[in-house]
């Protein structure tokens, strides 16, 4: 069997991904952090981003005298607590008038304007001149703005990180009780004499405003310009090919298993063969990885999915009660397949509840968890029009018997999902006289065994990196694509 390369399959889901992104869709399924952490939009993870951009050059030689044309955030910092010190203020002249003491040095022409306005002959009054120092520039505000930014997002939105570094191993320089990052964000943000007293909103810095500063002779002040101008063009959702690159190069972290990783492209190849396809987050315990509307008809792809509101792939034991009935006056020994499996059923969950002291346990006579599942439904009514189901196989052995064992799990797999789905009310969808109501197919990688096309049009077999045959997926409204 050819192995696939894991680093080549990444990057294989994030260029496909990639392409649903380019298009301004919503992120897909990429677990860029923890599973339990899931990403909701494409602003979310250009954000998360935003705070490990140059990553790869967190652990290098970063000298504070050297400016990056393009900067950003990780090599930034490091340079912040050798460059603080050159922190911009201006000094403004203030006049003071006091009788009878001096504070700072005489202006004797305005004292002597003073003194003809206010009293000729008052020889103790004395106009002084000093200087107030201030520290709310433009470029302190924006520098300023720019540290509260990368606070606010790894305070909020990557508090997680902090609490459980050892599943935050790509935030490696923000995450762990002795991170320099983030200690010098806290100690600029809450300590620094200068910017911890100017007052910022949450309100952008003007387009204007920024681009003056990115003008400054400082380049402290020059990087943190352009990079606080990178970040409001993330919260505002405004991106382009290379920041999409280049978020998926840093950020793109696959399941631990390649062939988890493999059911993700598959996904992902599906949705680019059906065409339309919007990826979406991934919300709650229903895995959707992508919906979209065509033609009167909505369509939903699942992944790892036990079913949705207009199907299941469960069947409890009082579902085959009449079943059993029949053959229990035709054998009342109970001798058939079915009256065994079904006392086998009853008796795992009465010792579920014995042993475990659990309540109400369901007896199942069978439930399914099929890796890929499409549904489509009419818009108007909610009718469930046809489904397709997809089982993926990835052996991990070179012998032959082994990838001919696999094939055969898959085929039994996608088989029984097409003959035993359900629809809400509980019949069986498959199989169908005048339409095919379920397809399915299986998805393997290359393999040393010569597979043949299957002759059940309900069922295909796909090997990478070919994707499914638009014709037979069993959506008719997709099959001119």
Sequence with gaps: MTDLNKRELARDVADLANTYLGKGTRIPAVETISPEDRIRNIEELLLRYFVVTGIDMADGDVSPSVEQPS????????????????????????????????????????TIKTRARRAPNDQQLFASRQTD???????????????????????????????????????????????????????????????????????????????????ARTPLYREAAKLLDRYQRYHREEYDEDDLRDLFNQLFVGPEEVHELFELYWAYKLVEVLGDGH?????????????????????????????????????????????????DREFPNGGTFTQRYWTASDRAGTLKEEVLEMRGVEREFYSGRPDLLLIESDIESGALQEVFVGEVKYPTSDRRKVQRKRVAEGLNQCVEYVELVRDEAGEYLSPRTDERMVTGAVFLPPLDIEVIPPSDDQIQLVQYPNGPRANIVGVNDLRST
């Design 279 to 327: 990826l979406i987050p991934i919300t709650g315990n229903m895995n959707e990885i992508a919906h979209w509307e065509l033609n009167g008809s909505e369509f939903q792809l699942f992944t790892d999915a036990t079913g949705t509101d207009l199907t299941n792939f469960y069947i409890p034991l009082r579902s085959v009660a009449e079943e059993k009935s029949v053959l």
């Design 71 to 110: 900067p950003d955030v990780m090599p930034f910092v490091r340079k912040l607590p050798g460059r603080i010190r050159r922190i911009k203020t201006t000094t403004e002249p203030q006049i003071d008038i006091q009788r009878g003491r001096i504070e700072g040095r005489i202006d004797w022409q305005e």
């Design 133 to 215: 120092e201030r520290i709310e520039t433009q470029e302190n505000r924006v520098l300023a703005t720019l540290i509260d930014r990368i606070h606010r997002i790894l305070d909020e939105r990557l508090e997680d990180a902090r609490e459980s570094p050892e599943e935050y191993r790509w935030l490696s320089g923000w995450v762990g009780t002795d991170s320099p990052l983030w200690t010098t964000i806290l100690r600029l943000k809450y300590d620094n004499p200068y910017l911890s007293q100017i007052a910022v909103d949450a309100d952008p810095i003007s387009g204007a405003t920024l681009e003056e500063v990115k003008e």
